[in-house]
């Protein structure tokens, strides 16, 4: 059996969907994009243009929850499945869109570069537990106008994985879907392999901007998956009360289930989101804190109880290095995310309130994601009845190192961690070098850009890839991108 | 590709059955025992233990290499005791009076035979005096004294003490191992060397004997 949390049982799930509904259908929906008033008008909402509301029906959210597709797959930059959000299935992707990295030499928190972000699609290239590329930091060396397209760009340019990314204007996304078409060929073929998905944000209490809204719109137009990243904070922009915020939480998300349905019935979504406690003492939004990640779990059994695939930022931590406190919170919520089946789990490397990235830490977080992904694989009886036979082995052969049902079952039964995780005995930690966790992490990172291998794509489509983005800085008022060493 | 070669490859591919035959193969031209040991089955086992070193690979990889390795090497033992072939070292090797565990005992011991030591294994529970008997019939040149018990680890000092008394130090080095000994322990006793794993035994055993 596969290991399972639950939080919440099927009544009180019925309930917070209930009170949800209601709120987006009475309280309604605030929305700054007319346009999108102007679709929801037409599609039977109640909408009040000069208060920039729209008042949802149970018909409307019933049919968008009909529509959005209970799962959906995500293609590399090859055309090869990497992912499939459906069911129990749990997928990691580094935590997205920090403003900072923690420099592994200096141990100093700086703003990232273009080398830094380079350096850190090559590691993820490299680690076997990180599914897909999140753009993870912003590169400050380009003007914040192109940073979400650049991201993007340097993401498909060097890794194969697909990427999970979001636009920061409206303007951005038609970059980035042209980015994303220079690698797959055709809309069709976008359409037909997802390559990557966008983060849309509600604003609470739910509210929608003119550009998180019409980059929903815009990636329903070409089937680019959407996970909404529903942020309430409890006790301050949400009720204090966990089931207060869920409820909110809801509320938000089924109103971007809404619009994507209605922009286009069937485009895949994530029923996501990054919900917080507030500290009152420090004014901060802990994702560490263990409330914040029971909403997580809870809301993503909201989003399987309506049939949709989930998504959550957990299994990260507010720690500003990479020491215990980042292990725990790390560990803690990446073990919960994959006992409740989260299927996209938004979170390694990151630090300091998704603020900062840690190249050092999503090695160590990869070592995390492996032994959770373990924990859900569960115990199942393999060669192991009748029992007489391999005990009678091991009385005859004194061990079993080398027996055939060893041989069999030692790589599915046991998952061996990579060198950052110690697991040596005492004198030969010391002749290593008694090396901390630190140390080997740099090491690890040091290794995985060595041991990096470039993308496949043709040169045809990383000279797309380049024109369109060289097309983009332009643009912008620069001339040249930055320099790029390899 | 020689059968010497063959031999060696098959050896670290763990193919038992398959170095059997191709020791027997090797006799039957007339290669030289002492050959097909150098050049075939202590050539194939030296790979295994530097890549073993390095963490290339891993006990079981050893062990079946090993497997494979005394498949070859019953075949040679008439053979080589027939021409009198010198080995790297003769080792006598045990678990401690009232210690019962003998699996890290046990893979020390394979290692050394992989790596070309006589081992004269004297199991588990052994008593001091058992193991200064053993290395003086034998004639071997290293004691190697495994324990996993604290409380049994003061025997480890009686047999460095009777080494001493019978005057056998200089010639007869102890060697001493196991989950709660380490390095200080080794000094304190007086022991030769400490290994804190299996191939770090053999190499420690190997710098004992030169």
């Known amino acids: 059996m596969r290991p399972t949390l639950r939080l919440l049982d099927d009544g009180l799930i019925d309930r917070i969907v209930s009170e949800a509904r209601d709120i987006v259908c009475t309280l309604g929906v605030e929305i700054h994009n007319p346009g999108l008033l102007d679709m929801l008008d037409a599609h039977g909402a109640r909408v009040d243009k000069a208060a920039a509301r729209a008042f949802l029906n149970e018909s409307i959210v019933d049919r968008a929850i009909a529509s959005a597709p209970a799962g959906f797959k995500l293609y590399d930059v090859h055309g090869r499945q990497t992912h499939h959000f459906s069911g129990d299935q749990v997928h990691f992707t580094p935590g997205s869109a920090a403003i900072n990295i923690l420099d592994g030499e200096t141990g100093a928190i700086r703003k990232p570069t273009t080398a830094d972000y380079i350096r850190y699609v090559k590691v993820v290239s490299g680690l076997p537990h990180i599914a897909s590329q999140s753009t993870a930091f912003i590169p400050a060396d380009v003007p914040s106008r192109i940073s979400d397209s650049y991201r993007l760009y340097l993401s498909l340019l060097y890794g194969e994985k697909p990427v999970v990314t979001g636009a920061f204007t409206i303007e951005a996304f038609e970059v980035m879907k042209d980015l994303q078409l220079a690698v797959r060929g055709s809309e069709q073929a976008l359409a037909e392999k997802p390559l990557a998905i966008f983060s849309c944000c509600p604003t609470a209490p739910i509210k929608w901007s003119d550009v998180t809204s019409q980059n929903v719109i815009d990636c329903a137009r070409y089937s680019v998956p959407v996970e909404f990243v529903s942020m309430p904070l409890s006790g301050f922009m949400s009720p204090v009360t966990l089931v207060g915020s869920l409820v909110q939480h809801t509320a938000e998300t089924l109103s971007g289930v809404v619009i994507s349905q209605i922009a286009r019935p069937g485009t895949p979504v994530l029923w996501g989101g990054s919900p917080a406690i507030f500290d009152i003492r420090y004014e901060t939004t802990p994702m560490g804190a263990i409330e914040t990640m029971m909403m997580d779990c809870a809301y993503s059994e909201i989003g399987h109880f309506l049939g949709l695939p989930t998504q959550a930022y957990i299994s990260l931590s507010d720690a500003k290095q990479l020491d215990a406190q980042a292990g725990l919170e790390t560990g803690m919520g990446a073990t919960l995310a994959a006992l409740s089946g989260i299927n996209s789990v938004s979170g390694p490397g990151m630090l300091d309130f998704e603020s900062c990235q840690s190249l050092e830490k999503l090695v160590v977080d990869n070592e995390i994601c492996g032994m959770t992904k373990r924990l859900v694989r569960g115990i199942e009886p393999r060669d192991d009845f009748p029992a007489r036979p391999i005990f009678e082995e091991l009385l005859r052969e004194k061990h079993l190192l080398i027996a055939k049902h060893t041989r069999r079952h030692l790589r599915e039964e046991i998952g061996f961690p990579g060198p950052v995780i110690d697991r040596a005995n005492h004198a030969r930690w010391l002749e290593e070098g008694a090396l901390t966790l630190g140390a080997r992490a740099r090491h690890e990172v040091a290794r995985l850009v060595a041991a990096y291998q470039p993308s496949g794509l043709s040169a045809d489509v990383t000279g797309e890839l380049t024109r369109i983005m060289q097309a983009e800085a332009r643009r912008h008022g620069m001339d040249a991108l930055p320099e790029r060493a390899t | ?210």
């Open chain 2, 1 to 210: 590709m020689t059968v010497l070669t063959e031999i060696a490859e098959s050896l670290q591919r763990g193919e038992d059955d398959r170095v059997g035959h191709l020791v027997r193969d090797a006799i039957e031209q007339q290669v030289p025992a002492l050959d097909i040991l150098n050049n075939a089955l202590l050539a194939g086992m030296s790979v295994i233990g530097e890549q073993f070193r390095l963490r290339e690979i891993f006990l079981p990889d050893v062990l079946l290499a090993a497997r494979a390795m005394y498949a070859g090497l019953d075949l040679l033992k008439p053979l080589l005791a027939r021409d009198g072939v010198p080995r790297a070292g003769r080792v006598v090797l045990g678990s401690v009076q009232g210690d019962l565990h003998d699996i890290g005992k046990n893979l020390v011991g394979i290692m050394l035979e992989g790596a070309g030591f006589e081992v004269i294994d004297l199991g588990s529970d052994v008593p001091a005096k058992r193991f200064v008997d053993a290395a003086e019939a034998h004639g071997a040149s290293v004691i190697g004294v495994s324990a996993l018990l604290t409380t049994t680890m003061p025997v480890m000092k009686a047999v460095v003490e009777l080494v001493r008394a019978r005057g056998l130090n200089g010639r007869l080095s102890v060697i001493v191992g196991g989950a709660p000994v380490s390095d200080a322990w080794a000094r304190e006793i007086g022991a030769d060397g400490y290994g804190y794993d299996a191939a770090n035994a053999v190499e420690r055993v190997r710098a004992l004997v030169k």
